[in-house]
């Protein structure tokens, strides 16, 4: 194993640990908005802090952290298309249906503070794609 080979499982994991009513489309979507913020140099451009701190970025109201759950690559068929939809991610062969976005949220149950910081404020995060039933945004 290559360091690389860590930080894709990690991008994995995370992706696999968003809704699963879009399906790979919205846990891909959630691995391209980690690489977008890894090219805009959000925390340094480090890929394994973006993937640890990747809830501070939704504004939940929630204020306990998730508990990520692992996939099993060996019987679920989903987590391996998402495991490698995460290395073509990483690798930088993944077209980015999200139009460079770095938020993203579900208007109908985004917190007041993700509304307030980043849906209302449409001239410095304009709405970018619609991804299933996510909103993406500058």
């Given at each position: 194993?290559?360091?690389?080979?860590?930080?894709?499982?990690?991008?994995?994991?995370?992706?696999?640990?968003?809704?699963?009513?879009?399906?790979?489309?919205?846990?891909?979507?959630?691995?391209?908005?980690?690489?977008?913020?890894?090219?805009?140099?959000?925390?340094?451009?480090?890929?394994?802090?973006?993937?640890?701190?990747?809830?501070?970025?939704?504004?939940?109201?929630?204020?306990?952290?998730?508990?990520?759950?692992?996939?099993?690559?060996?019987?679920?068929m989903m987590f391996r298309r998402c495991l490698a939809a995460a290395?073509?991610?990483?690798?930088?062969?993944?077209?980015?249906?999200?139009?460079?976005?770095?938020?993203?949220?579900?208007?109908?149950?985004?917190?007041?503070?993700?509304?307030?910081?980043?849906?209302?404020?449409?001239?410095?995060?304009?709405?970018?794609?619609?991804?299933?039933?996510?909103?993406?945004?500058?």
């Amino acid at each position: 194993m290559v360091p690389s080979d860590y930080v894709v499982s990690a991008l994995a994991t995370l992706m696999w640990n968003e809704s699963h009513d879009d399906l790979l489309l919205g846990m891909t979507m959630c691995g391209l908005i980690v690489r977008n913020r890894v090219n805009a140099g959000w925390e340094d451009g480090q890929w394994l802090r973006l993937i640890e701190r990747h809830d501070q970025y939704h504004f939940r109201d929630d204020k306990n952290p998730r508990i990520l759950k692992l996939g099993n690559p060996h019987n679920d068929m989903m987590f391996r298309r998402c495991l490698a939809a995460a290395e073509n991610i990483y690798n930088n062969r993944e077209r980015d249906i999200t139009e460079g976005a770095l938020w993203y949220g579900r208007l109908n149950e985004c917190s007041e503070e993700f509304k307030t910081k980043i849906v209302r404020q449409m001239s410095d995060h304009p709405m970018v794609a619609t991804i299933g039933r996510n909103a993406c945004f500058q």
